[in-house]
């Protein structure tokens, strides 16, 4: 029986050793090799997001300087005085107010000039009209081009006796506000 155990001990170490080897390989060393493949795919895949991005802001910002260079035109009003984008401006806001069924009580102009937006003419318009009226003229103005800026706009109800009229009749009074872009020409 002692050479049993003599030999049976040893065998008994050797699986136990192999047991410890075979546990550290697939308990330890090969979750870790997973996790570490698994932050490499995931880093991979992080830098060809990156990339993505990348192309996708350097495009965006070749469309923004295309956009700035070529269509410009399209937000000032082209004039080679300051009185002659007076009367444009003033005679459009009239064209669209009449288009949309605004009554215009009165269109006072004023030359303006800002850090913002370089040489501009404003008017302050006063007008009276039903809400769909205004809604309407307020679209045209807001995607006309040239543009039209609204600085600020003042809406009051006004009371109409014996007036059957589906919708309100409301009074306004805008600022608006008109880039100019004067040519040195003088013509246009």
Not at 99 to 107: D, K, L
Not at 133 to 146: N, R, S
């Amino acid at each position: 029986m002692t050479f049993r155990k003599i030999h049976a001990a040893p065998t008994a170490f050797w699986l136990c050793m192999i047991a410890v080897v075979l546990l550290s390989v697939f308990g330890v060393i090969r979750p870790a090799a997973d996790w570490k493949s698994e932050i490499i795919a995931r880093r991979d895949a992080a830098r060809i997001e990156d990339a993505k991005l990348t192309a996708s802001v350097a495009k965006l910002k070749t469309e923004l300087a295309a956009l700035s260079d070529n269509h410009t035109d399209l937000l000032a009003w082209p004039a080679g005085q300051i009185g002659e984008a007076t009367a444009r401006v003033q005679s459009e806001i009239s064209a669209i107010a009449s288009r949309n069924g605004v009554a215009v009580r009165s269109v006072t102009p004023n030359i303006k000039s800002t850090d913002d937006i370089g040489t501009a003419v404003s008017f302050r318009v006063e007008a009276e009209a039903s809400l769909d009226a205004l809604v309407a003229f307020e679209i045209e103005l807001d995607f006309h081009q040239p543009v039209f800026l609204v600085e600020q706009a003042v809406l009051r109800r006004l009371n109409r006796t014996g007036a059957e009229i589906g919708q309100p009749v409301v009074f306004v009074q805008w600022d608006i506000l008109a880039p100019v872009a004067l040519s040195t020409e003088g013509n246009l």
